[in-house]
């Protein structure tokens, strides 16, 4: 029964990466069509088109890749059995908080007030999404369930992404 369990997490696991992936990837594709041929120009705007992508692309990665090249990562031998659930656990258990704490982040930047004055710099780098509410006014109910998940799942992606890598570096002491 264990094994099942294992398979359904890594299962999951892909499946979720994937999808962030393909998240990350629409939501860099407005940044280029927003700027269009004067994207090279704005350098604020081309990092957040290449930190979307660098961010999509390895987590396209991690869902495509097989088990043993991931598991191959990892430098000490009892970590390297492909079938260790850490390999798929830590990742996808930082997708989640990163993706939780990203989407209240998603709606309190829509339910701020106008008078905070948000700088616009800084909320793009926390909601990649919040270009759409200052070139239109979404409704509440696209920011619930368009905008702010959205936002959890490209960020959900960097924390997976970032479990990844602690997973890597964390065995090469």
């Not at 999951?12 to 069509?33: D, H």
């Not at 979307?52 to 390895?58: I, K, P």
């Not at 239109?136 to 936002?151: E, G, K, T, Y």
Request: some cysteine; hydrophobic content about 55%.
């Amino acid at each position: 029964m264990r094994s099942m369990a294992g398979r359904a997490v890594r299962i999951i696991s892909r499946v979720v990466f994937f999808l962030c992936a393909s998240v990350s990837f629409v939501t860099a594709a407005p940044y280029v069509m927003l700027r269009g041929a004067d994207l090279p120009v704005q350098s604020e705007w081309i990092l957040f088109v290449i930190a979307l992508a660098l961010v999509g692309a390895l987590n396209l990665a991690a869902a495509l890749l097989p088990r043993s090249w991931i598991a191959r990562l990892r430098r000490r031998d009892r970590d390297r059995d492909r079938d260790n659930d850490r390999l798929f656990s830590s990742p996808l258990k930082l997708l989640g908080g990163f993706a939780a704490i990203f989407y209240l982040v998603a709606v309190l930047a829509y339910f701020a007030p106008h008078r905070w004055n948000l700088d616009p710099q800084l909320m793009l780098a926390l909601c990649p999404m919040y270009f759409v509410k200052m070139t239109i006014d979404p409704s509440s109910v696209a920011v619930f369930f368009v905008l702010a998940p959205m936002n959890a799942a490209v960020y959900g992606a960097l924390g997976s992404a970032l479990g990844y890598a602690l997973l890597t570096f964390r065995g090469r002491r």
